[in-house]
């Protein structure tokens, strides 16, 4: 993370989802802040954010930029809307003469041909959010109705990916479920044939622990459901990244990170809300309520000043710094401290420990030991 710049943003173009997935740490957690914020950007707030993007790469001499639009569902814009937001991100940014790259992270359900055309116009790509196999998997993903979202997702993402559009597709982000198959549940997201899968833990802390299977072996089951997925991925022969595992084998081979995701890394991100507010990187809202806030905007702040205020945050909550029990140990060159938000407790705030160190300590000499045998 730069400390004088930002170069990943995250666009909540909706404030409004077509789900309600009951672990969603946007609507279902610590923070009802969504409320308030307008159902879409708007063209205008758009055009602000672009001219200020512009500005801030120009100052800082970027050199790469990534975009990702977000929501809430960020497919809910609908086609017409979507492919004049991108033209207008495209138009502005392409001036810059600097590799941008414009993703949207979707939940899936409103992917069609006619959206594929848009990405491809716009080289725009996009990931899908999505859990396991559907009535196993599902549980915990559903409308608002409250009935499981799988078996509609399945459907549709087999008619996207049978259009010349399936390049556009990235990949799968899926939280880890213990109480599911991890390799029945590989096999079927494998089955897409996706570039990648992002399996996250859950956005658990020490203040809300996650929840764990009963018995012995429970403290490190999370660690051992990651196992199972790593010795699957190499059963398969597939040229298919899992991003936790990838982390922790470019640890251990001493290989440079291009990933936000384990460390302190994700807390340079700048999220921009739908209003226009400058906002710090959203999985806060999973700890309390209003935590993202900074009080500035777009239009009447630059991207310096938030620059400057997610600097002092940082430095404020300890997120400089990777605590001293995690930097002295064997095992840091892979794990990094783990992923921050799971470093969480309202008492010590990020200083601890994550809440899944012993499933990395189970974790990782298991994936070190696989290496050195192959």
């Not at 730069?2 to 989802?17: D, L, N, P, Q």
């Not at 017409?80 to 590799?99: H, M, N, P, Q, W």
């Not at 999505?130 to 499981?148: A, C, F, Y």
């Amino acid at each position: 993370m730069s400390k004088s710049s930002v170069s990943a943003f995250v666009v909540k173009v909706t404030a409004r989802c077509n789900l309600n997935c009951t672990y969603c740490y946007v609507y279902n957690m610590a923070d009802s802040t969504w409320r308030d914020q307008p159902k879409f950007m708007s063209e205008d707030t758009l055009e602000t954010l672009v001219a200020r993007i512009k500005e801030h790469a120009t100052g800082q001499a970027l050199k790469r930029l990534i975009l990702v639009l977000h929501g809430g569902e960020p497919l809910l814009l609908g086609p017409e809307k979507l492919d004049r937001y991108l033209s207008v991100i495209r138009t502005a940014l392409g001036t810059l003469g600097i590799e941008v790259q414009i993703g949207m992270q979707s939940n899936g359900l409103l992917l069609t041909r006619e959206i594929g055309a848009i990405l491809t116009k716009h080289c725009a790509t996009v990931g899908v959010s999505i859990d396991g196999i559907p009535g196993k998997g599902d549980w915990l993903r559903v409308d608002h109705k409250g009935v499981p979202s799988g078996a509609k997702l399945e459907r549709v993402l087999k008619n996207f990916l049978a259009t010349p559009y399936r390049d556009r597709f990235t990949g799968f982000i899926a939280v880890a479920d213990i109480t599911q198959d991890a390799r029945e549940t590989f096999r079927y997201l494998a089955s897409f044939d996706p570039p990648s899968i992002d399996f996250r833990l859950p956005l658990n802390h020490h203040s809300n622990t996650p929840r764990r299977n009963a018995g012995q072996g429970s403290h490190t089951d999370y660690g051992r459901w990651y196992e199972e997925i790593f010795e699957e991925l190499i059963l398969s022969k597939r040229n298919l990244s899992v991003r936790l595992l990838s982390a922790i084998v470019q640890g251990l081979t001493g290989q440079p990170r291009a990933d936000l995701y384990w460390g302190n890394e994700e807390t340079g991100i700048a999220v921009i809300e739908s209003d226009g507010s400058y906002e710090l990187v959203d999985n806060l809202k999973s700890i309390g309520n209003a935590l993202t806030k900074t009080g500035l905007n777009l239009k009447d702040h630059s991207l310096d000043e938030f620059v400057s205020f997610r600097n002092d945050w940082i430095k404020r909550e300890g997120l400089d710094q990777i605590p001293t029990q995690c930097s002295q140990c064997k095992l840091f060159s892979a794990c990094r401290g783990c992923y921050y938000m799971s470093r969480f407790s309202k008492e010590d705030r990020f200083t601890k420990p994550s809440v899944y160190c012993t499933d990395m300590m189970h974790l990782i000499p298991k994936i070190h030991s696989r290496l050195a045998a192959a």
